[in-house]
C-alpha cells in the first residue's frame, strides 16, 4: 500500500498548545519557589493537568473537523473527503471592489460544520453534478494554488 502524496495540509490545530498551560503552572511554581512565599503544589499540578486536558479535547477536535488536506486522489476538509473527480471547476476567487456576492459564497461549507471554520477564508467548487460547495483553509490561496493544479491535473488525465 502506497501513501499518497501530500499537496497541501493544515494540521487544524497543534498539539504543542497542550503545553502552554503546564509551562505556565511551571513558571508561577518557580516564581513562588523564588520569591519564598507559600509553594501551591497541588492548585499548580491541579491546574496544570487540568489546563492540558482541556486543551487536549480541543485539539482532538481541531484536527478531525479543521483539518484539511489535499492529495493526488482527494480533497478532505474536515471529516468529509471528496474525491478530486468529483471536482469540475475551482471557481475564481471573490471580487473584493464588487457589491454583490458571489453564487458558491452561498453554498454548503464541506465538513460537518454549519459554515467556513472562524479564521479561514471559503473556496468555491462546482461539483461534476453542477451543485456548488465550499472548500475552506487558512492559507487559502495556497490551497487554492494546489487545488486548482490537482484538478486539471486530474481532469486532463495526467498519471500522478
Not at 471592489?97 to 454549519?114: F, V
Not at 472562524?118 to 483553509?137: E, F, H
Request: with cysteine.
Amino acid at each position: 500500500m502506497t501513501a499518497e502524496a501530500v499537496l497541501f495540509t493544515e494540521p487544524g490545530a497543534r498539539w504543542r498548545a497542550v503545553a502552554y498551560g503546564p509551562i505556565l503552572c511551571l513558571a508561577v511554581l518557580v516564581l513562588e519557589l523564588v520569591t519564598g512565599g507559600d509553594v501551591h503544589w497541588f492548585a499548580l499540578l491541579f491546574c496544570a493537568a487540568l489546563i492540558a486536558g482541556f486543551v487536549a479535547l480541543q485539539v482532538v477536535a481541531g484536527k478531525r473537523h479543521v483539518g484539511v488536506e489535499l492529495t493526488v486522489e482527494t480533497l478532505r476538509s474536515g471529516t468529509e473527503s471528496l474525491p478530486l473527480s468529483s471536482i469540475a471547476e475551482v471557481m475564481p476567487e471573490r471580487d473584493e471592489n464588487s457589491w454583490d456576492d458571489e453564487e458558491w459564497e452561498s453554498a454548503r461549507a464541506l465538513g460537518e460544520l454549519t459554515g467556513v471554520p472562524r479564521r479561514r477564508t471559503g473556496i468555491g467548487l462546482r461539483l461534476a453534478d453542477g451543485s456548488l460547495v465550499q472548500a475552506w483553509a487558512r492559507d487559502h490561496k495556497a490551497l487554492r494554488a494546489a487545488l486548482t493544479e490537482a484538478v486539471q491535473r486530474s481532469s486532463d488525465g495526467v498519471d500522478r
